[in-house]
């Protein structure tokens, strides 16, 4: 049976082309039932309050650095969506007075304007948002140097290569976007060899850091989170981290907030991931097959999937 066309854009693949039964299956999810869908390699934990959430999402950025020595590196790769956990994990390591210049840390994603990724001085620069929040707080004699800092740039040469500089990467980190991606790997156009179905979750994991045209949700989304609604202002291109670097860090955590996804996709992946059933239509899902991954839910912010008109 063919593939539906996308309820959002004809000439995209994203969760809209799915099977009714996964769409069906999904809205009857509550957040109980969803814990107990934890499995071996994928685990789901609730946080009941905002501080709880976001100080434990700090802490992975900490817990990540106090494993690394001169002898052996250690880093992690953050998210911009969240971004509450930047200024608390400042805040720890100044505070407690712990040394993370032998620590690591690699960008996500990078907006990208006429062929160039923006400079820190562009009012939605990721990179400028990580070193304002967390890194220029951060103690002199405390922080990591600036070499150690990984942002992904159009020319992807430099940031690739810091994957396999000898570098462990503890843990990647995500936020999930209304088309259900981590970083920006969002679903493919439908065209080409892609018309009558998406990419293979297998040919999907071939996809390292690259230049991406973003989903038109993905664009509406970050107008919506970043920029008061200004959808002009939102950039049509981004450099992202790719599976082949998601899959060199020893473990995958996804932090849901309620803030970036709606009660529907968050339930979404949490099934698909759980029961095994990749699908590049939703890149989220494809971490089904990753050996260790956490989802992280703050539970009043699931919602509910029950129809109100507002």
């Not at 999904?26 to 501080?51: A, H, I, N, Q």
């Not at 590196?73 to 400042?90: K, M, N, R, Y």
Request: charged share 20%.
């Amino acid at each position: 049976m063919p593939r539906k066309f996308s309820a959002i854009s004809p000439d995209w693949w994203d969760y809209t082309t799915l099977d009714d039964e996964i769409i069906r299956d999904t809205v009857k999810l509550t957040p109980e039932k969803m814990l107990r869908l934890s499995r071996p390699g994928f685990k789901v934990v609730m946080y009941d309050t905002l501080e709880d959430f976001y100080l434990a999402e700090a802490l992975e950025y900490v817990a990540a650095w106090q494993q690394a020595t001169p002898d052996n590196p250690v880093g992690i790769c953050g998210p911009i969506g969240p971004t509450e956990q930047l200024p608390l994990v400042a805040r720890i390591v100044n505070d407690l007075g712990i040394n993370v210049r032998s620590g690591h840390f690699w960008g996500m994603d990078e907006w990208v304007l006429d062929g160039r990724e923006v400079p820190p001085s562009h009012p939605l620069s990721f990179e400028k948002a990580d070193r304002q929040l967390c890194f220029d707080r951060i103690r002199k004699n405390l922080v990591m140097p600036d070499s150690h800092l990984h942002f992904p740039k159009v020319d992807t040469t430099s940031f690739k290569r810091s994957w396999d500089a000898g570098v462990r990467c503890a843990v990647m980190q995500g936020g999930q976007g209304d088309v259900k991606h981590w970083a920006f790997n969002d679903p493919a156009r439908r065209t080409g060899k892609y018309q009558k179905s998406p990419p293979t979750p297998a040919e999907y994991r071939k996809l390292g850091t690259r230049v991406v045209d973003l989903h038109p949700l993905t664009v509406a989304q970050n107008a919506r989170t970043s920029g008061g609604g200004n959808i002009s202002l939102v950039p049509t291109q981004a450099v992202t981290v790719g599976p082949v670097e998601t899959w060199k860090a020893e473990k995958v955590s996804i932090w849901h907030a309620g803030h970036h996804d709606n009660p529907f996709g968050q339930r979404l992946t949490c099934l698909m991931v759980a029961k095994k059933i990749p699908d590049s239509s939703v890149p989220m899902s494809l971490l089904a097959d990753h050996p260790n991954v956490q989802f992280n839910y703050y539970r009043p912010g699931i919602g509910t999937c029950a129809v109100a008109m507002h």
